[in-house]
C-alpha cells in the first residue's frame, strides 16, 4: 500500500505470497479497517487496517483456502466478507467467527464480479450474462437481470455502487456504461462511454471514472452519469481506475505501467506516471 501519491513515498509490505499465488482480487471493508486479497489459487487473507492504513508485513487476521480461484471479493460490512470465483458460488465470512457462514449459487458458470448495496444486499455479475441481487438475511435473489456482452476481459470487470446516488454500474464489451436505480426497482439505463471494450468504472465524490481498454480515454462523468465533464487519451488499454481520497485518480494500463491523475476545477491533469 502507498500513504499517497506524492513522489519518493515507499509502498508497505502488507503481506507475501507463495510463487504463483498471483493476487486477483483486492477489496478494502467501508470504514477502512480491513483489506482482503484473493488469489487464483483460491487462497484468500484478511489484514487488520487503521484507517485505511497497514503495518509491513502485519500478521493475517484471517486466511483460508477457498478453492478453486478467488476473482471476486466485497465487504458488506467490516467483518463480513463475500467471495466467488470460477464455480459460480458466493461463499460468505464471518471474519468475527473466523469461518464461512453461508453459500449461494449464484450463476452458472464464473462470477466476474461482487458488490455490495449497503450492508443488506449483494449484487452478483455472471460469465452467463446475468446480474443478479441477493438478500443476505435470506440468501435469495430478489432481483435480476440479462446484461449486455461482459468486457473481453471479463475477470477484471467491475461493477460499483455510490450510495449518494443510489446507483449500481457496470461496463460492457459495447462501450456502454449499464446503469441500475436501486430505489426504482433497479430500472435499467445505459450511456455510451466508450469506443470498443472497457471494464473499469468507480464511484468518487467529484464524479465517475471510467478507462476504455480500446480507446485508450481516461473519462470523467458528473455523479448521475448524464454529462461527460473531461476526458484524456493514456498510452495504453485502462485495466483498472480507482480514486485516491476526493481529487486523485489511480490508473493502471495494460503495458503494466501506472499513471495518476489530480482533478481540479473539472479537468484532469496527469500528477505522475
Not at 478453492?67 to 467483518?79: K, M
Not at 458466493?90 to 471474519?95: A, D, G, K, M, Q
Not at 432481483?143 to 475477470?155: F, G, I, N, S
Not at 464489451?173 to 430500472?187: E, L, M, P, R, S
Request: aromatic share 8%.
Amino acid at each position: 500500500m502507498w500513504d499517497g501519491l506524492s513522489d519518493g513515498i515507499k509502498p508497505v509490505t502488507l503481506s507475501r505470497f507463495p510463487k504463483g499465488y498471483s493476487v486477483y482480487e483486492l477489496a478494502i471493508s467501508p470504514q477502512g479497517t480491513r483489506l482482503a486479497a484473493g488469489t487464483r489459487t483460491g487462497f484468500l487473507r484478511v489484514h487488520s487496517l487503521t484507517d485505511y492504513r497497514g503495518i509491513e508485513n502485519c500478521p493475517a487476521l484471517f486466511e483460508v483456502y477457498a478453492r478453486p480461484s478467488v476473482d471476486s471479493l466485497a465487504f458488506s460490512t467490516e467483518n463480513f466478507l463475500a467471495s466467488a470465483g470460477k464455480k459460480g458460488i458466493i461463499t460468505l465470512w464471518s471474519l468475527v467467527e473466523k469461518e464461512h457462514v453461508g453459500q449461494i449459487v449464484a450463476h452458472e458458470g464464473g462470477i466476474m464480479a461482487l458488490c455490495a448495496i449497503g450492508s443488506l444486499l449483494l449484487a452478483s455479475l455472471g460469465a452467463d450474462g446475468r446480474m443478479r441481487i441477493w438478500d443476505l438475511d435470506t440468501l435469495k435473489c430478489v432481483h435480476e437481470t440479462d446484461v449486455p456482452p461482459l468486457p473481453k476481459l471479463a475477470a477484471v470487470t467491475r461493477l460499483d455502487y455510490n450510495p449518494t446516488t443510489g446507483l449500481l454500474i457496470h461496463p460492457s464489451q459495447t462501450g456502454h456504461i449499464c446503469i441500475y436505480d436501486v430505489a426504482d426497482n433497479f430500472k435499467k439505463s445505459t450511456v455510451k462511454a466508450h469506443e470498443g471494450d472497457f471494464v473499469a468504472v468507480c464511484s468518487g465524490q467529484k464524479g465517475v471514472i471510467t478507462g476504455g481498454i480500446d480507446d485508450m480515454k481516461l473519462c470523467l462523468w458528473s455523479t448521475d452519469l448524464q454529462q461527460m465533464i473531461s476526458k484524456c487519451t493514456v498510452s495504453a488499454g485502462i485495466l483498472v481506475a480507482a480514486w485516491v481520497g476526493a481529487e486523485h485518480i489511480f490508473t493502471g494500463l495494460r503495458n503494466g505501467s501506472s499513471m495518476t491523475w489530480h482533478v481540479q476545477d473539472n479537468r484532469l491533469s496527469v500528477l505522475q506516471t
